[in-house]
């Protein structure tokens, strides 16, 4: 599923510029000392020169990222319930799946709620390298609604155009070693 990758990757992206802005990331931290070990003002100066080349990339993501495809990552957010292997762990309402607009329907949403925790019984010891795609077909007599849901979510089609330009724009602001230490 697509989506569910776009949304994992993209909160990764937002988790690690937001603790790097913050200055307080470990291996920023490392790195600092490393290059200025007896200076604490070399240190500061180095994490502020560092959070200074990753503010274009986060408010790239905010603005381009955040504000247009919002929706899509909302979108990508709520498809992550197809994933048997994360089901049990997620906190979410069915009704939160209305934001896809095929299943934005009472009837649909009522039969999803219906098999729930038929799904999530059924998805008890997932191992990490399942095929979610053949999960979903061995399940389709078990949770016709929710296999005709993830069916609907597994086409959803995530562009990954603003996320690579993130990465473009990170890559450009440090060299080979202070990419390599990052």
């Not at 009704?95 to 059924?122: P, W």
């Not at 296999?147 to 602001?173: D, H, K, N, T, Y």
């Amino acid at each position: 599923f697509l989506s569910i990758e776009a949304y994992s990757r993209i909160a990764t992206i937002r988790k690690h510029l937001d603790t790097y802005m913050s200055g307080i990331h470990p291996m920023l931290s490392s790195e600092v000392k490393r290059l200025a070990p007896n200076s604490n003002s070399q240190q500061r100066a180095l994490s502020k020169k560092t959070v200074a080349r990753l503010k274009p990339a986060k408010e790239y993501l905010e603005k381009n990222v955040d504000g247009p495809y919002l929706n899509s990552i909302q979108t990508f957010k709520v498809a992550r319930v197809f994933s048997p292997k994360h089901i049990n762990e997620l906190k979410f309402e069915v009704d939160d799946l209305r934001i896809i607009r095929q299943l934005d329907n009472d009837s649909i949403i009522d039969d999803l709620k219906t098999e729930l925790a038929s799904y999530k019984a059924a998805a008890v010891e997932i191992d990490d390298d399942l095929n979610e795609t053949n999960w979903w077909r061995s399940h389709q007599r078990d949770l016709p609604n929710w296999s005709s849901a993830a069916a609907i979510a597994s086409l959803l089609m995530p562009s990954s155009a603003p996320v690579e330009r993130v990465f473009s724009m990170l890559r450009g602001a440090f060299d080979d070693n202070q990419r390599s230490s990052l």
